[in-house]
C-alpha cells in the first residue's frame, strides 16, 4: 500500500528505508523469491549425493562449493538491497521476478556443471549456471540503476554496486566462453570473485553504505537457515524409504529420530544467538556476518546431501563403505560447528573457556561415529551418535550460555564490546 492508502503497487521513488523502522518483517515477496533456492539448494545436494556415492568425492566437493557459493551470493546481494530499498512497486515486482528466472536457469545448469567436473575433469561445462547467474546479476543492476537516480544522497554507493557487478559479469562469461582446464578456470574465479565481494566492501565502508535494517536481516538469514534444514529432512526421508522395503522397523524409527534430531539441534544451534540486537548495535560486524553465512548455508544443505549419501549406501546403490558413509554426514556437521562458532566470536567478540569445553565435546560426538563404522557398527547407530553433535551446545547454552548471551547484550548496550 503507498503512502496515499492506496491498494495499488504504483511506482514509488527508491529512497531508502528507515533503518530504524519498528516491525520490520519478511515480505511475501521475499518468502517467493526463496522459493527459488530450494529449488537451487535440493539440486546441488542432489547432485552431490550422487558425486559422493559414486566416490567422485574430490570433484563432488569442489562442484559442490563453486555451486553453493553462486546460489548464495545472488540471495545475499538481493537480500541486502531488499533490506535498504524495498518498494514493492510494480517495478521492483517484475524486476524481482526476472531475478527468479535466473536462479532456476542456473539450477538447471548444475548438473552438466558437477559431470564436467566429477567425470569428465577437461574443461567446466558452467555455461548454463552463468547464464542464469548473469540474469540475476543484470537484474541487480537495474535494481541499483533506479536506486542510484532516485536516492541522490547515496549515488555514489549505487553507482559502484553497479559497477562492480557489471565488470565481475563480464568477467564470469569471458571464462565460461573461454575452454580452460578446471583447474585453471576455478584459479582464475578468484579474479571475478573478489570484484563481487570487493564492491560491496567499498560501497559500505567508503561510500556511507546503504540503510538496511539489522533485524530484517536477522530474519532473513533465519528464514534461509530453515530452507536449508530442509535438506536434511529430505535425506532423512530417502534414507528411510530405503530402509522401508519391509515395513516399519526399529531401524527406521532410530534413523528417523536420528535424522530430525541432527536438523532440531542445528536449528536450536542457529536460533540462540541474538543475531538483530548485535547487528544493531555493531553493524560493522555486517560483513563477516552476511559472507559468513556462504559457509553455513553450505554446511547444512551438506548434512542434508550427506545424509542422502546414507539412503544410497542402505539401498546398496553407493559405492563408498560404511565408514566413508558415516564421514560424508560426519564432515559437514564438522564444518557447520566450526563455522557457527567461528560467526558467534565475529559478532561478539567472545569466546571463553566454556566454549572450549563445548568444541572439545562436540569433537567426541564426531569422532566417536567414525569409529565405531570402522568396528562395524550399523550406520543407523552411529547417526545417532553424531545427532548429539548440536546438541552439545543446546544443552551448554540452556544450562549456562544463556547467561554468557545476556552479559553479551548488556555489555553491547553499554558500549564495553
Given at each position: ?123 567446466l561445462d558452467n555455461d548454463v549456471m552463468v547464464a542464469g547467474y548473469v540474469v540475476m546479476r543484470v537484474a541487480m543492476i537495474l535494481q541499483w540503476w533506479r536506486a542510484a537516480r532516485q536516492d541522490e544522497s547515496r549515488r555514489d554507493v549505487c553507482r559502484t554496486y553497479i559497477v562492480s557487478i557489471a565488470i565481475a559479469q563480464v568477467l564470469w562469461c569471458v571464462l ?73 522397523t526399529w531401524r527406521i524409527a532410530l534413523f528417523a529420530l536420528a535424522g530430525t534430531a541432527l536438523t532440531f539441534g542445528i536449528w536450536w544451534c542457529y536460533f540462540v544467538v541474538p543475531v538483530g540486537e548485535i547487528l544493531h548495535a555493531r553493524r560493522e560486524r555486517s560483513f563477516g556476518f552476511g559472507y559468513g553465512a556462504m559457509g553455513l548455508f553450505g554446511s547444512i ?117
Amino acid at each position: 500500500m503507498d503512502e496515499s492508502g492506496s491498494l495499488r503497487h504504483r511506482s514509488r521513488r527508491m529512497l531508502g528505508r528507515d533503518p530504524h523502522e519498528e516491525h520490520r518483517v519478511a515480505t511475501p515477496l521475499e518468502l517467493l523469491f526463496d522459493l527459488t533456492f530450494v529449488v537451487a539448494f535440493g539440486t546441488a545436494a542432489n547432485e552431490l549425493a550422487h558425486a559422493l556415492s559414486a566416490d567422485h568425492v574430490a570433484g563432488g566437493i569442489v562442484a559442490f562449493g563453486f555451486a553453493t557459493f553462486g546460489v548464495t551470493w545472488a540471495w545475499i546481494n538481493f537480500t541486502w538491497f531488499a533490506s535498504a530499498y524495498d518498494t514493492d512497486d510494480w517495478i521492483y515486482r517484475l524486476t524481482t521476478m526476472l531475478q527468479m528466472v535466473g536462479v532456476l536457469i542456473f539450477a538447471i545448469g548444475l548438473h552438466p556443471m558437477f559431470t564436467s567436473v566429477t567425470e569428465h575433469g577437461e574443461t567446466l561445462d558452467n555455461d548454463v549456471m552463468v547464464a542464469g547467474y548473469v540474469v540475476m546479476r543484470v537484474a541487480m543492476i537495474l535494481q541499483w540503476w533506479r536506486a542510484a537516480r532516485q536516492d541522490e544522497s547515496r549515488r555514489d554507493v549505487c553507482r559502484t554496486y553497479i559497477v562492480s557487478i557489471a565488470i565481475a559479469q563480464v568477467l564470469w562469461c569471458v571464462l565460461a566462453l573461454v575452454d580452460l582446464p578446471v583447474g585453471t578456470t576455478f584459479a582464475l574465479m578468484v579474479i571475478p570473485f573478489l570484484v563481487e565481494i570487493g564492491g560491496p566492501a567499498y560501497a559500505e565502508t567508503r561510500r556511507g553504505g546503504t540503510p538496511w535494517h539489522a533485524h530484517h536481516i536477522a530474519e532473513r538469514y533465519s528464514l534461509m537457515v530453515i530452507i536449508t534444514l530442509g535438506e536434511g529432512m529430505i535425506g532423512t526421508m530417502a534414507a528411510i524409504n530405503a530402509l522401508a522395503v519391509d515395513g516399519l522397523t526399529w531401524r527406521i524409527a532410530l534413523f528417523a529420530l536420528a535424522g530430525t534430531a541432527l536438523t532440531f539441534g542445528i536449528w536450536w544451534c542457529y536460533f540462540v544467538v541474538p543475531v538483530g540486537e548485535i547487528l544493531h548495535a555493531r553493524r560493522e560486524r555486517s560483513f563477516g556476518f552476511g559472507y559468513g553465512a556462504m559457509g553455513l548455508f553450505g554446511s547444512i544443505v551438506a548434512i542434508g546431501a550427506g545424509l542422502h549419501v546414507a539412503a544410497y549406501y542402505l539401498e546398496g546403490a553407493s559405492k563408498l563403505d560404511r565408514t566413508a558413509t558415516a564421514v560424508a554426514v560426519v564432515v559437514p556437521v564438522a564444518l557447520f560447528v566450526a563455522v557457527f562458532y567461528a560467526g558467534y566470536w565475529w559478532l561478539t567478540r567472545t569466546l571463553g573457556g566454556f566454549h572450549l569445553v563445548l568444541l572439545l565435546l562436540t569433537a567426541v560426538t564426531l569422532v566417536v561415529p567414525v569409529l565405531m563404522a570402522s568396528a562395524g557398527a550399523d550406520l543407523t547407530g552411529c547417526l545417532l551418535v553424531l545427532a548429539l553433535a548440536p546438541w552439545v551446545s543446546v544443552v551448554g547454552y540452556e544450562t549456562v550460555g544463556h547467561r554468557h548471551v545476556r552479559g553479551v547484550l548488556d555489555d553491547l548496550r553499554t558500549g564495553a564490546i
